[in-house]
């Protein structure tokens, strides 16, 4: 069996300057895709994240007695990997990835206005993929799960997150990104659905453990905290020993400003400036240089292009 190209499959891993042409050629399909399929994948990849969301609140409810943090920690970031490796295997447009396209944007592939363009319609469709997860998942029940374990745990993740100061924010979303965005480069290398997954498990389980904050993470752990807040029983509060005023930092408009925007601009600052633009100025940038009076543009084609 050959290749395209009459050569020889390869079971090995891609190399950098590979992965870096390969991200290029991504980015560029990424920019190009028509903004109706890009919202409904952006929708999708909202609600895989939302999924690890709830995966991660549902495995560490009644630990707090039981387990160290950093167990806990350790033990909600590996199954939030669930929510990347729904996006990178099963295909999906996510935001914090999505800042790789960086790279494409800096080799003049892709405009500043189509950048700018999928990043927001992008953030738009992750959510709308998030507040959708939170209404069917507050809908089922199952914050009440535990005799109302999950849903103390989600109040304290949601409430936690809204006491961190501006600038501490913006750090922890950088941080994160960089984290997310090294797990997507990684997976640009990947030859199997087992390499992906492989690449994505130890990056993601990190941030998490960390306490680092991702922006579209977010959009599923707050808005089902407030929800819980506002509309959950008497019996609930019952079953936890706490009342819903104990959670008056709970507010949407302290997610807004105190979360959200803060740990976006950190997310875009992590992903599309520590990791995407460097790695674009090593591998990408000396490859376009002039030679003999013409560019080497030469791209490395991919199998099936990754989404992330």
């Known amino acids: 069996m050959t290749s395209s190209l009459g050569t020889p499959p390869s079971l090995d891993a891609l190399l950098p300057a590979e992965m870096a042409a390969k991200a290029e ?7 190009a895709m028509n903004p109706v399929s890009t919202f409904v994948l952006a929708i999708l990849a909202g609600a895989f994240i939302a999924l690890g969301g709830v995966f991660a609140t549902t495995v560490t409810a009644g630990t707090v007695d039981v387990l160290p943090w950093g167990l806990m920690r350790l033990v909600a970031g590996s199954v939030f990997s669930l929510g990347l490796i729904l ?14 396209i960086i790279m494409a944007w800096d ?15 992008v953030y738009a469709g992750n959510f709308a993929g998030s507040l959708g997860t939170v209404l069917l998942v507050f809908l089922s029940g199952q914050y009440r799960f535990g005799k109302g374990a999950v849903g103390a745990v989600a109040l304290a993740t949601g409430a936690g997150k809204l006491e961190y100061g501006f600038i501490q924010a913006v750090a922890l979303g950088i941080l994160c990104n960089a984290l997310v965005c090294l797990a997507v ?3 640009l290398s990947a030859r199997s659905t087992t390499d992906k997954i492989m690449a994505v498990v130890f990056p993601i389980t990190a941030f998490v453990a960390a306490g680092f904050e991702h922006s579209i993470a977010n959009m599923y752990f707050v ?10 029983p008497p019996e609930f509060w019952v079953a936890i020993g706490r009342t819903a ?15 959200l925007i803060p740990v976006t601009i950190g997310n875009i600052i992590g992903g599309a400036v520590l990791v995407g633009a460097v790695y674009g100025l090593v591998y990408l940038r000396p490859r376009r240089q002039v030679r003999g009076g013409h560019a080497d543009t030469r791209t490395i084609p991919a199998e099936r292009p990754p989404v992330a």
């Open 25 to 31: 050629q991504i980015g560029v399909r990424k920019a």
């Open 87 to 100: 996006v990178v295997v099963g295909g999906a447009e996510l935001f914090t990835g999505n800042a790789l």
């Open 107 to 121: 080799t003049g592939k892709v405009t500043t206005r189509t950048l700018l363009r999928n990043w927001l319609v």
């Open 185 to 187: 480069w990684l997976t």
């Open 223 to 232: 808005p089902i905290a407030l929800l819980i807040r506002d509309l959950a």
């Open 245 to 259: 005023a104990d959670y008056g930092g709970l507010t949407w408009s302290n997610f807004i400003v105190r979360n």
